[in-house]
C-alpha cells in the first residue's frame, strides 16, 4: 500500500535551519509529482512547494521562496525540504502528498521555530 513517511522537524531558533524528508513506498514514485503542504494551528493547510517527477520543474508558495528548496533522489524514494531562514510564521505541520488515482499523505512532521 501507499506509504509517505515525514521525518526532520523539531524545534529551531529564528533563522536556523531544517531539512525534511518523506519516505515513500508502495508506488512508483520517480513517476509523480510531490508536494509538502503545512498547516499552523488555527490555519488552513496551505501548499509550500512542489516538484515534478523528475525533479526539473519547482515551483513555491510566496512566503518561502528564496528560502526553501524541495528536491527529489528517485532513487532513494525520497522527498526533501530543505527550510533556510527559519521565521516564527514557518512554524507548522509539514506533510508530503502525492495525488495519484487517490490523495495520499503523510502522517505530518510538526517543526517549531522559536526562541
Known amino acids: 500500500q501507499v506509504q509517505l513517511v515525514e521525518s526532520g522537524g523539531g524545534l529551531v531558533q529564528p533563522g536556523g535551519s531544517l531539512r525534511l524528508s518523506c519516505v515513500a513506498s508502495?508506488?512508483?514514485?520517480?513517476?509523480?509529482?510531490m508536494k509538502w503542504y503545512r498547516q499552523a494551528p488555527g490555519k488552513e493547510r496551505e501548499l509550500v512547494a512542489s516538484?515534478?517527477?523528475?525533479?526539473?520543474?519547482?515551483t513555491y508558495a510566496d512566503s518561502v521562496k528564496g528560502r526553501f528548496t524541495i528536491s527529489r533522489d528517485n532513487a532513494k524514494n525520497t522527498v526533501y525540504l530543505q527550510m533556510n531562514s527559519l521565521k516564527a510564521e514557518d512554524t507548522a505541520v509539514y506533510y508530503c502528498?502525492?495525488?495519484?488515482?487517490?490523495?495520499?499523505w503523510g502522517q505530518g512532521t510538526q517543526v517549531t521555530v522559536s526562541s
Open positions: 502528498r502525492v495525488l495519484m488515482s487517490r490523495d495520499y
Open positions: 516538484i515534478s517527477s523528475g525533479g526539473g520543474s519547482t
Open positions: 508502495g508506488f512508483t514514485f520517480s513517476s509523480v509529482a
